[in-house]
């Protein structure tokens, strides 16, 4: 069976969407692209030799970029989550995928980038102590997650003190 591929559904800005991410994250490249053509124009309304879908990836994760019209919209039921190995890589992916989106609409390490796609930012570090066996330890993480936009595992582990 080959690996999995998600279609993130755009209006338009399936090229500058995939350039915008392949710019952000090592190990990623962008594929082959479909035009759309005259046929089924019926259907799609897009212009003969207009963009309709670019394929990349990302870190081994395959993903395709469809200019689909504006139908359906991106919303919070499905997100992309980035385990991050530090504070700084956190920082980092925070700092990039919010640059023109809306890093204040969630909290929990969420935001959503400039095209409406949801992302959680998530140190691996503070997943390790919020499904700590200690009991204690885990719930007061809990309620400290909920306290959070940007997750930060420094701050975390302070408040645990």
């Known amino acids: 069976m080959k690996p999995m591929t998600t279609c993130l559904w755009f209006d338009v800005e399936a090229e500058e969407a995939v350039q915008f991410y392949t710019s952000i994250f090592p190990n990623s490249s962008a594929g082959r692209i479909v035009r759309y053509t005259k046929d089924g124009f019926e259907f799609h309304g897009k212009p003969e030799g207009s963009i309709c879908t670019i394929e990349f990836e990302i870190n081994g994760a395959q993903f395709i970029a469809l200019n689909g019209g504006n139908v359906f919209k991106f919303n919070e039921a499905v997100s992309l989550i980035i385990n991050c190995d530090s504070q700084d890589e956190t920082d980092y992916y925070w700092e990039k995928l919010s640059e023109g ?10 935001l959503k980038d400039k095209y409406g796609v949801s992302w959680q930012i998530v140190p ?26 940007k997750l930060d595992v420094n701050e975390l582990k302070k408040a645990l003190i």
């Open 101 to 110: 989106g809306d890093p204040g609409a969630q909290q929990c390490g969420w």
């Open 124 to 149: 691996v570090e503070f997943t390790d102590i919020i499904s700590s066996t200690d009991k204690t330890i885990a719930e007061k993480a809990m309620k400290i997650l909920f306290t959070m936009k």
